[in-house]
């Protein structure tokens, strides 16, 4: 099995076209989306601790365009993207930080919600190699390993995982090169309703903001 999946490593992606193009679809089908409003569960395993940390969320996306994820009930956490910088905000400490798109603290996010140039399809292709697929009882499952120095910095490994029927993606993790495992299960979504455009809009002066 161990050689199979370093096989799978030094194969051209175009071998894998014919297998990937559930995923491509869903991709295609979900950037066509209006809106989408889902709430989520995260499991996270850090080296350092013994028990998984388990948060529920909710998440409303404008694909390609913006997003509000909350996590924690009530939020621990919040993380807006409109256009520009990205404001992550700590709820409880009532402090935010602006940080770029392409920071390595939100990047991951970033995959997970299919934003920026890296998230579709083709861009994905020239950005990771898939290292295995399968599919199973109405289920596709896609593995990936990060080509780019400056990704593989952040992220050693990416899974994705598409429901067929609905062509929603519905679990994404992501090994990061400390050790720590993030899984984020998608619950039934509400699609292309209308999502009012203050809620990716921040009352700045509540917060204490990082320089």
Sequence with gaps: MLRI????????LGLFADEAAPLREALKKQAGHKSVVVTFRQTKKIPALT??????????????K?????????????IIYNGGDVLVI????????????????VKPLFLTL????????????????ITGTNEAKGRYLATFSPKPRSIRKVIKSLLMQ??????????IGWVQRDGTETMTEFFKPTLNEQIPTSTFVVDEAAYRWKK
Aim: charged share 30%.
């Design 90 to 105: 700590d709820e409880l400490k009532k402090t935010g930080e602006r940080v770029s798109p392409d920071n390595r603290s």
């Design 5 to 12: 999946a370093l096989l799978f490593l030094f194969l051209p």
């Design 66 to 78: 913006a997003f509000r994820w909350q996590l924690g009930t009530p939020t621990k956490k919040t």
């Design 51 to 64: 028990d998984d940390i388990k948060t529920m969320g909710k998440l409303w996306l404008i694909p390609g």
């Design 114 to 129: 299919g934003m920026g140039e890296e998230a579709s399809f083709d861009e994905m292709s020239k950005v990771f190699t």
């Design 162 to 171: 598409v429901n067929l029927e609905s062509s929603f993606v519905e679990r």
